[in-house]
């Protein structure tokens, strides 16, 4: 069976198509961050990228009326997934080099970050 992510681009309502084709968790100083390795069906110079996450936790706010009612929910904290951005492309010709140097990219993050 065909792939059909290498024909969803041809279809007007995506302007890009990509698929996670590998995931990685890491730790660093007590931080969770996802790296998911993406191969892109455009035509690119790299046909995978790689993308970052941060795990943190939010506190979330019911949205309620000016005057609370009894048993109204209150705040509770939320773990979620934030957009953790690399300072510049992270690109790969095959899965394993995007992913080396999504690793690189993050541990030297950490290195040049202030303490």
Same mark, same amino acid.
């Given at each position: 069976m065909p792939n059909p992510l290498k024909h969803a681009q041809?279809?007007?309502? &995506?302007?890009?198509?990509y698929q996670v084709v590998r995931t990685?968790?890491?730790?660093m100083d007590e931080q969770t961050y996802r790296i998911e390795?993406?191969?892109?069906?455009?035509t690119t110079a790299a046909p995978y990228t790689a993308r970052c996450w941060v795990q943190q936790h939010v506190t979330v706010s019911p949205t309620a009326p000016a005057t609370p009612r009894k048993g109204a929910r209150k705040d509770e904290s939320v773990t979620m997934?934030?957009?953790? #951005? &690399? #300072?510049? #492309?992270?690109?790969?010709?095959r #899965?394993?080099?995007a992913l080396t140097q999504a690793l690189a990219c993050l541990a030297e993050q950490?290195?040049?970050?202030?303490?």
């Open positions: 041809e279809v007007d309502a &995506f302007s890009e198509v990685a968790v890491v730790v390795v993406l191969k892109g069906y455009a997934w934030v957009d953790h #951005p &690399f #300072p510049s #492309p992270v690109e790969g010709k #899965p394993n080099m950490r290195a040049s970050a202030p303490t």
